[in-house]
């Protein structure tokens, strides 16, 4: 069976492990990012090839997601908070040091094709995805392909602005309503005496009756649901994926279809459509690596 090495290189951790041609990841390593550190991130990468092929001498090519403004050939004109990888191009680099191979992939842009491959969005030819975390990262797919825009941004969902501010109007925006971390936690601790740093938490004290809890979630549930119908009625996708982590809990799916159901019913132009509902995505921790190696093999 052909196998791959894909590899996830996040902020904090670089993830790697084996891909099979069905998409299985194997082997599974990590170690911690060098974000500042340009030749000892490289040497890591490196040194982790080395250990794949020793599993598997005979790797037929490499799959890359990382984070930041990827362009098709490889070019990184931005790496997210892996500040020493701006303005390389890390595919022509790996290809030259290792002799396979490669392809470099958005990280949202990679989760959200491999979630065609293997996982909720294999029936569909067209649909968005979101993922959840300390920001909105996205990808808009059109007939089985990632649509990147004229600059290689598209997808950047975060940027939207979903609810008014006056003082900054990024503070209005898909991020800093709709995120994880830099939404839900950080306007739950606006306010809360007892700051969390796990949305699980503040889904609890809202079972517990806590006031700010239900208020604070009512509000987040309302502008993700508002940014979720704009990007619906602008692309009329099939179905709208969402993941990262809070997407592992079945309430937030329920809650967060209701608040786009309610939503449409006082808005008359969309009131009788059929939108899609969001579905959670399948692929967990792995979706980088696999969407990764998928662009490859395509």
């Not at 670089?14 to 891909?19: D, E, R, S, T």
């Not at 909720?120 to 392909?145: F, K, M, P």
Request: net charge negative; charged share 25%.
């Amino acid at each position: 069976m052909t196998k791959y090495m894909g590899i996830d290189i996040g902020g904090t951790s670089v993830k790697y492990g084996l891909v099979d041609e069905n998409g299985v990841v194997s082997n599974k390593n990590s170690f911690k990012t060098k974000a500042e550190n340009q030749t000892g991130l490289l040497e890591d990468l490196l040194t982790a090839v080395e250990n794949i092929k020793t599993i598997d001498s005979n790797l037929a090519g490499i799959g890359v997601s990382m984070p930041g403004v990827v362009q098709e050939d490889g070019y990184l004109t931005t790496a997210g908070a892996v500040k020493c990888f701006y303005e390389i191009n890390l595919k022509d680099i790996l290809e030259n040091k290792t002799g396979l191979p490669v392809k470099i992939e958005n990280d949202a842009n990679a989760a959200a094709i491999a979630e065609k491959w293997i996982g909720s969005a294999r029936e569909v030819h067209d649909y968005l995805s979101l993922v959840l975390g300390t920001g909105v990262g996205g990808a808009l797919v059109i007939n089985n392909q990632i649509y990147r825009g004229a600059h290689a941004r598209s997808g950047e969902f975060g940027w939207m602005i979903v609810e008014d501010d006056d003082i900054d109007v990024e503070m209005g925006s898909l991020n800093f309503r709709g995120a994880t971390v830099i939404g839900l936690i950080r306007r739950y601790n606006q306010y809360s005496d007892k700051p969390v740093d796990d949305a699980r938490v503040i889904f609890k004290r809202a079972d517990n009756g806590e006031v700010l809890a239900k208020s604070v979630l009512k509000s987040y549930y309302h502008s993700l649901a508002k940014g979720i119908i704009n990007l619906e009625v602008s692309f009329d996708p099939a179905t709208v994926i969402v993941g990262g982590g809070i997407s592992n809990n079945t309430e937030f799916i329920e809650t967060l279809n209701q608040a786009i159901e309610e939503i449409k019913k006082v808005h008359n132009s969309i009131k009788n459509l059929d939108l899609p509902p969001v579905k959670a995505a399948k692929l967990k921790n792995d979706a980088g690596m696999i969407g990764a190696v998928y662009q490859l093999i395509n």
